[in-house]
Structure formats: structure tokens, C-alpha cells
């Protein structure tokens, strides 16, 4: 097997700026992870599959099998239904990790049995049946929920808004191309709720985004700490799976076991 062509050093160096640390969460027994080499990605609001292609190739180049799921935005069912189809293809242990909203999706389709561990990106954890928006609601409103346009039932981030608090961190012109591909989700997808939450059985990752304009940074440490997870804090935007991709696929490595 080929040697990962992340630089330990340099990823190092970035856990210590960023503050990457372990949080103490509650006692939730839980397996060890075991050795996976599938592994299935799910984007969130505001983007499509490809917001995965900075870290797919680094998992790849260490021999894993990686999936990027084109979640319907539709509603929390259909997407559930398109994840439950690509972990129904893995052919064994699987991570599941999902950035943003899609933490719904791993939080619910977590539960499929080919699923070993979770990684959530800078994203929803809810409990099972949890109103997610009111537990929002106790934290500070994040700049970018002002950014949300409708056109009917159908709602995208406005060019400003998605520059500047969705990735607000990147290149201007790489923002902008992530742009142009934003899929707009439907009013119906933010009314769903989890029945059930994995990350109370399975081992769990979280990615916290400290200069994060879209979910509550707050919130993101919250969720991470009640879900007992493995934490680790970057000094990123929202996409810090765009922006830091090698600290990302270090933590999805983790939980695959091939760290």
C-alpha cells in the first residue's frame, strides 16, 4: 500500500494552531472502531457531491473505496433513501461522514448495519426525535441563515452570502465555481427529524470550523461533546473540507482505522 500523501508534519502543525483537541463527552458505551475500507461521503446545503473532491483522492491514494453521494435536497426521506443505496452497495465496514446539514443523514443512516464509524464536518448531530432548528435557537443566528434566498419552495445562499459566510475562506475564484454548482434544497427537507441517532452506538468524529458563519461554532462544540466524539477544531470556514482537506481525510482515516 502506497504511503498517504499527507504531510504528518504539516498536519501536525495545523492540529496544534487549530487547537485540535479531545473533548470529554458522556459516557456512551461504545465498540472501538474497527478497520474499514469503504467509506461514503454525503454534502450538505448549498452544494453538490464535488464539494468532496479535495479529500477524495487522499483517501483514495491509501487504497480506500470512496463513494460521494448526490443528495436529493428534497426531503430528509429521499435523501435518507439515496444514502441507504450507496452503504447497501459496500461490500463491508463503511465510515460514514457528512458535512453540514447532511449531519441528519449520517446521524439517521448511520444506523445501516455496513456502517463501522461516523465523522461528522462541521455538522447537524442531532438526538434522535430532536428539533434541531430549536436547539439552534439557543445559540447565536450564524451571519449566512441571513443570506437565504427563496424562489417558491425552493431555497439557495446568494452569491454574497455564500462568498463570504459559506467559504469564506477560500480563493475568491474557487468560491465562486463552488458556486455556480450550489443545488438549491427544498422547504420540506429542513421539517424532518432523525428517529434514531447512531452516534450513540457507534464511534464518532466531529470537525469543528471555528470561523464558521453557517452553524454556530458553539453549537458544533456542543453537539461534539454530547455525542462523546472524537474533536478536533480547525480555524476554518464552513468548508473546511475544501479548505483544510488533509486535516479532514486525517480524521476520516482515523475512523477507518488507518491512521
Same mark, same amino acid.
Given at each position: 500500500? %502506497?504511503?498517504?500523501?499527507?504531510?504528518?508534519?504539516?498536519?501536525?502543525?495545523?492540529?496544534?494552531?487549530?487547537?485540535?483537541?479531545?473533548?470529554?463527552?458522556?459516557?456512551?458505551?461504545?465498540?472501538?472502531?474497527?478497520?474499514?475500507? #469503504?467509506?461514503?461521503?454525503? $454534502?450538505?446545503?448549498?452544494?453538490?457531491?464535488?464539494?468532496?473532491?479535495?479529500?477524495? +483522492?487522499?483517501?483514495?491514494?491509501?487504497?480506500? #473505496?470512496?463513494?460521494?453521494?448526490?443528495?436529493?435536497?428534497?426531503?430528509?426521506?429521499?435523501?435518507?433513501?439515496?444514502?441507504?443505496?450507496?452503504?447497501?452497495?459496500?461490500?463491508? +465496514?463503511?465510515?460514514?461522514?457528512? $458535512?453540514?446539514?447532511?449531519?441528519?443523514?449520517?446521524?439517521?443512516?448511520?444506523? $445501516?448495519? #455496513?456502517?463501522?464509524?461516523?465523522?461528522?464536518?462541521?455538522?447537524?448531530?442531532?438526538?434522535?426525535?430532536?428539533?434541531?432548528?430549536?436547539?439552534?435557537?439557543?445559540?447565536?443566528? %450564524? +451571519?449566512?441563515?441571513?443570506?437565504?434566498?427563496?424562489?417558491?419552495?425552493?431555497?439557495?445562499?446568494?452569491?454574497?452570502?455564500?462568498?463570504?459566510?459559506?467559504?469564506?475562506?477560500?480563493? %475568491?475564484?474557487?468560491?465562486?465555481?463552488?458556486?455556480?454548482?450550489?443545488? +438549491?434544497? $427544498?422547504?420540506?427537507?429542513?421539517?424532518?427529524?432523525?428517529?434514531?441517532?447512531?452516534?450513540?452506538?457507534?464511534?464518532?468524529?466531529?470537525?469543528?470550523?471555528?470561523?464558521?458563519?453557517?452553524? #454556530?461554532?458553539?453549537?458544533?462544540?456542543?453537539?461534539?461533546?454530547?455525542?462523546?466524539?472524537?474533536?478536533?477544531?480547525?480555524?476554518?470556514?464552513?468548508?473546511?473540507?475544501?479548505?483544510?482537506?488533509?486535516?479532514?481525510?486525517?480524521?476520516?482515516?482515523?475512523?477507518?482505522?488507518?491512521?
Amino acid at each position: 500500500m %502506497p504511503p498517504i500523501p499527507l504531510d504528518r508534519r504539516g498536519f501536525s502543525r495545523a492540529a496544534l494552531a487549530s487547537l485540535a483537541v479531545t473533548l470529554a463527552g458522556p459516557a456512551l458505551a461504545r465498540p472501538a472502531p474497527v478497520k474499514a475500507r #469503504n467509506v461514503v461521503l454525503v $454534502h450538505g446545503l448549498f452544494a453538490d457531491g464535488s464539494s468532496w473532491s479535495e479529500v477524495i +483522492p487522499l483517501l483514495q491514494d491509501r487504497g480506500l #473505496n470512496v463513494t460521494s453521494v448526490q443528495n436529493p435536497l428534497t426531503s430528509l426521506p429521499d435523501a435518507m433513501a439515496e444514502a441507504t443505496r450507496v452503504l447497501d452497495r459496500q461490500d463491508g +465496514p463503511t465510515v460514514l461522514a457528512g $458535512h453540514s446539514f447532511s449531519g441528519m443523514i449520517v446521524t439517521e443512516a448511520g444506523m $445501516h448495519p #455496513n456502517v463501522s464509524s461516523l465523522v461528522y464536518v462541521a455538522a447537524r448531530a442531532p438526538d434522535a426525535g430532536e428539533d434541531y432548528a430549536a436547539l439552534a435557537a439557543k445559540y447565536p443566528t %450564524p +451571519p449566512a441563515s441571513a443570506g437565504i434566498v427563496y424562489d417558491g419552495d425552493e431555497g439557495r445562499l446568494g452569491e454574497t452570502a455564500f462568498l463570504r459566510d459559506f467559504a469564506g475562506d477560500l480563493p %475568491p475564484r474557487k468560491a465562486k465555481a463552488l458556486f455556480a454548482v450550489q443545488q +438549491p434544497f $427544498h422547504k420540506l427537507l429542513l421539517t424532518g427529524r432523525t428517529t434514531q441517532a447512531a452516534w450513540r452506538s457507534k464511534p464518532s468524529w466531529y470537525a469543528v470550523s471555528t470561523e464558521d458563519r453557517t452553524i #454556530n461554532p458553539d453549537l458544533e462544540r456542543f453537539m461534539a461533546k454530547r455525542m462523546g466524539a472524537t474533536t478536533i477544531e480547525l480555524k476554518s470556514s464552513h468548508v473546511s473540507l475544501i479548505s483544510h482537506p488533509q486535516a479532514i481525510a486525517r480524521l476520516i482515516l482515523e475512523a477507518a482505522g488507518q491512521a
